[in-house]
């Protein structure tokens, strides 16, 4: 894979159709977004490659599920001119700053929550009929529903709360959902019983209609960091109590596509190879490994070698905002650079799929 900065996995049967036919636009079912924050910048020429050129050869519904930063490009998918929109994403998310009252070294979670949907409602305001309405996507959007201790905000209760869903989730991930359901918004045409490109049976879950009144709250729930973001609470035509980022239950969407759509792929740019389920695995290893629900999954993913050229030697991520303090433009430098050098990415799967060759795709 040497000089390649795109890699390219795939579950058995997904594999399986490529060997046998190729890739091809009228394949894809779903399409998930993870979370991860910044990280999620080095796939903005993929995302501008696959649906603004490559989908749109095809005419089946799309199923677009995502996750805080997942979330907001999957949304972003779903608007007219999803290129131009997909530039304004990359150049407003870089171009993020917050004032620090003296004697902090992080923004309130009050300032960053005000500030972020004021950018919300720049971004979408007026433009929601094109992603409630879109003619073939089906936009999820996940959100994490705390439950006793983790009901309301609190600034006791929710630090304990937090506390038990750690030590439950170490035990099993099921365990988890006694503290927090994965909540799922979902677009569609009111006439539409809504469906989810998932079997939900692995987790606590609940799924509500997406409209214009709980557009905006889901999505910047959906976003909302614990402790960095304030929580969103009693959001519209969903069941009330705080909501948090849908990376807490569902981090890169380690989701069971393979029994909903047993006969469409799943397409996900991702930022590696691993799928982890939840926020809170992130230290257990043994659950990053691919299982049977990704069958069906095609993960494109950049190699790390080439991970290790990009400013810093790795991925934009959260801890630049401490790396580079107040220094937004070296900050917005580094980061402009990784995303420019992220066109490799989308160049690359453009050219494998002239030919599909089975050969550079591996095992995920």
Partial sequence: MTGHALRIYAGPRARRHIDQHGLRPQDISVVPGAAGGPKGLVLGPLDRFVFGQWLSRSAQPVHLVGASIGAWRMATACLDDAVAAFQRLERDYIAQDYELEPGRRTPTARHVSERFAQNLQSFYGGRLAEVLAHPRYRLHIITSRGRHLLGREHRVATPLGYL??????????????????????????????????????????????????????????????????????????????????????????????????????????????????????????????????????????????????????????????????????????AWHAATAASAQLAEEFARWLERCDPHRVEAL
């Fill in 164 to 333: 038990g869903a750690y030590l439950c989730n170490g035990v099993h991930r099921r365990a988890l959902g006694a503290w927090l359901e994965r909540v799922v918004f979902s677009s569609g045409p009111p006439a539409e019983a809504l469906s989810l490109p998932f079997d939900d049976r692995d987790y606590r879950t609940r799924q509500v209609r997406l409209t214009e009144a709980n557009f905006q709250p889901a999505l910047q729930a959906s976003c909302a960091i614990p402790f960095v973001l304030q929580a969103i609470h009693d959001i519209p035509g969903a069941p009330r109590g705080a909501y948090w980022d849908g990376g807490i239950t569902d981090y890169h969407l380690h989701l069971n596509y393979a029994a909903s759509h047993p006969q469409g792929l799943v397409l996900y740019p991702h930022f590696q190879k691993a799928v982890v389920p939840g926020w809170l695995d992130k230290a257990w290893r043994w659950r990053h490994g691919a299982t049977a629900f990704l069958d069906n999954t095609i993960v494109l993913a950049p190699d790390p070698q080439w991970i290790e050229r990009l400013p810093n030697g790795k991925l934009p991520d959260r801890t630049d905002f401490a790396r580079y303090g107040t220094d937004l433009a070296a900050r917005m430098k």
